[in-house]
C-alpha cells in the first residue's frame, strides 16, 4: 500500500504564485510516474502535468508556461510549482503516482486532493 499526502495549496490573488508538494510513503519498487490533476466543481478531473522517472515531463495546454513540475526521486516526492495563476484554475488538486509493487504489479495511487483558489 502507498499512500500520498499532498500540501500547498491556498488562496492566492491572479497572478500570484502557490507550489504544491505530494509525497509518496510506503512499501514499493519504484515510482513509475507521478502527476497532477484537478477537479473544479461541475467538471471533470483533468491532468495537468506528469513526470516520468526518467525525467520527461507532459504539461495541459491550459497550463503550459506557467506550471512546472519536478521531481525528488530520493525523497519520493513530486513538486508543482504554478506561477501566474489565473481564476480558472481553481480547483481541487490532486497527486497520482504509479507504482511498481514488490510483486512487479503496476498500481495507481491517489491523494486527497488540496485546495487551490484564485481571486480575480
Known amino acids: 500500500q502507498v499512500q500520498l499526502v499532498e500540501s500547498g495549496g491556498g488562496l492566492v490573488q491572479a497572478g500570484g504564485s502557490l507550489r504544491l508538494s505530494c509525497s509518496a510513503s510506503?512499501?514499493?519498487?519504484?515510482?513509475?510516474?507521478m502527476g497532477w490533476y484537478r477537479q473544479a466543481p461541475g467538471n471533470q478531473r483533468e491532468s495537468v502535468a506528469t513526470i516520468f522517472s526518467g525525467g520527461p515531463t507532459t504539461y495541459s495546454d491550459q497550463v503550459k508556461g506557467r506550471f512546472t513540475i519536478s521531481r525528488d526521486n530520493a525523497k519520493n516526492t513530486v513538486y508543482l510549482q504554478m506561477n501566474s495563476l489565473k481564476p480558472e484554475d481553481t480547483a481541487v488538486y490532486l497527486c497520482?503516482?504509479?507504482?511498481?509493487?514488490?510483486?512487479?504489479?503496476?498500481?495507481?495511487?491517489w491523494g486527497t486532493g488540496t485546495q487551490v483558489t484564485v481571486s480575480s
Open positions: 510506503g512499501r514499493f519498487s519504484s515510482i513509475t510516474s
Open positions: 497520482k503516482a504509479e507504482v511498481r509493487g514488490l510483486n512487479g504489479w503496476t498500481y495507481y495511487y
